[in-house]
Each structure stands twice: as C-alpha cells, then as structure tokens.
C-alpha cells in the first residue's frame, strides 16, 4: 500500500503561491516510520482531479490531498471525489451542525456549502474553525491553509491508519565515490547488489563537480537496517578494488 499526496490549486501551478505540503508531508510520515510514495501537483479542474483518484484508487494507494475544498465556485475537489467513487455530492448533517455552531447565522447562505461532501464520506475534524474536511475510502481531503492542512492530516495518520506505523522504519546509508568513474562503469556492481540483496532500494546521484568539489556519485542504499547495512559494506567494498575511485562515508551502519 503506497502513501501519495495531492497537492491540488491553479495557485500552485502558476507560481501565485509555493507548495508547503510536500515537505511537511514527509517530515509527518518520517515521525511515523512512514514514507510517501508519490507526490502530484494538480489545478482546479475537476476531470484532471478526479482521474488522478480513480488511477489512485485502482493502485490501492492511500492518498492524502491538500486543496480545493472551499467554498468558492473554483474549489472542484468535492465534486471531482464524487466524480470518482460514482456517488452524488449531498449535505452532511453533523459537517453542517458543527458549522452552524461555530458561526451561527453567518453560516448562512455560503459557509454551509463547505458540508458538502461525496455521500457516504467521513468527517476529518478541523482543529482551527472547525469546518470539517472528508476522507472516501482511502482518499482523505483537508483545505490547502497550512495551519489547517497540517494537524489535520496528523489525526488522518493517527486515527485511520495506526496500522501503517513502522517502529522498524526503512534506514539509509550513504557514501560519495570522488573520481573519474561514470555511473555506467559500475552498473554491473549496482546491479549485483540489488540482485544479491532484495529488498533493499539503491540510488544513484552523479554530479560533474564544480570549482569547490571534483566529480562524484553519491550513492544510498535503503532497506530494513540490517539487510541494508550488509549490502552497504558489501557494496562500498567493491567501490573500495576501483583505483579510479576514492570513497568519502557520508552515513554509515
């Protein structure tokens, strides 16, 4: 089960405002041993958001989404929901009670809208002005303001998928290869690795060097600790027999 974000606004995407979700997102999974699996950038338009869930779906992803929920005749990712699960969008009798606690009649004729969901959603209860978002499914909807986003997706971590938390998580060990070695002249080394030991990720990131720093390749590998500390020293070991290399441990087992 992969975990992806939306981030979801024509702000984002013409550059009015900058995407704060992303790395928050990841800082909030990394507390829970968690780790997100994609990221997706979209504007107001209802199709475009509302294919972006059915492929979601069909994958049985989790999926956290930012954006779009508002009042104003822009925020289309309700409806893109319902688009989504085939289901009509209809008042939510305990998302409009709270909202007509919390503003009385100024919740009237506007505020209301925002208890609109997909029929059958659940509530995600809003700390700061207590206008609810919603979760079909594994899809859960929280507004794009930060300070509401962001506790918000906690509860949805916290409340729904208690199950995901990893007391074990994933660690990465990391090393740079300093000299004239291409990536292409150690993909036989890379290759081995990854068939010697499953279940570890290896990445690769080459860089040209500049005045400060001579070409190099950073190289991680990702895994249980164990199996990824084995197949770090296994694979810096076979780094260490190139003489065109010198080897700099950035993150050691």
């Not at 024509?10 to 990221?39: C, N, P, T, Y």
């Amino acid at each position: 089960m992969g975990i992806g974000l939306f981030i979801i606004g024509d702000e984002i995407l013409s550059g009015k405002r900058q995407d704060k979700h992303l790395s928050k997102v990841i800082e909030l999974l990394r507390e829970r041993g968690m780790a997100l699996s994609w990221a997706q950038c979209l504007g107001d338009d209802e199709v475009q958001i509302s294919e972006a869930i059915v492929a979601s779906r069909q994958r049985g992803d989790v999926v956290l989404s930012c954006g779009g929920i508002g009042a104003t005749p822009d925020d289309r990712t309700r409806q893109a929901a319902a688009r989504a699960f085939a289901v009509p969008v209809v008042r939510h009798a305990e998302a409009e009670a709270t909202i007509v606690d919390q503003y009385g009649d100024k919740a009237f004729p506007h505020r209301v809208l925002m208890a609109d969901f997909p029929e059958g959603a659940g509530l995600i209860p809003n700390p700061v002005n207590r206008v609810a978002g919603f979760y079909v499914g594994d899809h859960n909807f929280v507004p794009g303001f930060p300070e509401m986003a962001w506790p918000m997706l906690e509860w949805v971590l916290d409340a729904r998928y208690p199950q995901l938390r990893n007391v074990d998580p994933p660690v990465e060990f990391s090393l740079r290869a300093v000299g004239t070695a291409a990536e292409g002249d150690l993909l036989d080394l890379m290759e081995q690795t990854l068939a010697a030991y499953p279940g570890i990720a290896l990445s690769s990131l080459p860089s040209r060097g500049d005045a400060t720093r001579q070409r190099h390749i950073e190289f991680g590998i990702k895994g249980p600790r164990v199996l990824a500390a084995t197949a770090f020293q296994s694979f810096r070991a076979g780094l260490a027999l190139r003489s065109d290399l010198t080897i700099e441990d950035l993150r050691l087992p």
